[in-house]
């Protein structure tokens, strides 16, 4: 699977954003689409997974409240929406892909930048 993510940028505090992330080279069907992000000097932290077949979706606990994720079956795209956001909201973020909940990750994207300020 090949990803492609964007919609990252230079945001206020407060404003709101959806990141999108353009999946190809296979069927879906059996996979879980995640994002995950990784702030300078900290590890990558997952955000929330969507599974692509029937939509159903996890979070962080963190994550929780602010965040959505969904997809676009027709246009091979998953969505991750911020809202109120936060200058520690400032990261990488990465769209992934893996086969079945039980695997690590095996697809990334290149990751899309986000920079908030105060």
């Known amino acids: 699977v090949q990803l492609q993510a964007s919609g990252g940028g230079l945001m206020q505090a407060g404003d709101s954003l959806t990141l999108s992330c353009v999946a190809s080279g296979r069927t879906l069907s059996t996979y879980y689409m995640g994002w995950l992000r990784q702030a300078p000097g900290k590890e990558r932290e997952f955000i929330a997974r969507?599974?692509?077949?029937?939509?159903?979706?996890l979070y962080a606990d963190s994550m929780k409240g602010r965040f959505s994720i969904s997809r676009d079956t027709a246009k091979n795209t998953v969505y991750l929406r911020i809202n109120s956001l936060k200058p520690e909201d400032t990261a990488v973020y990465f769209c992934a892909a893996k086969p079945s909940a039980a695997v690590a990750y095996n697809s990334w994207g290149q990751g899309t930048q986000l920079t908030v300020s105060s």
């Open positions: 969507i599974k692509w077949s029937v939509g159903t979706t």
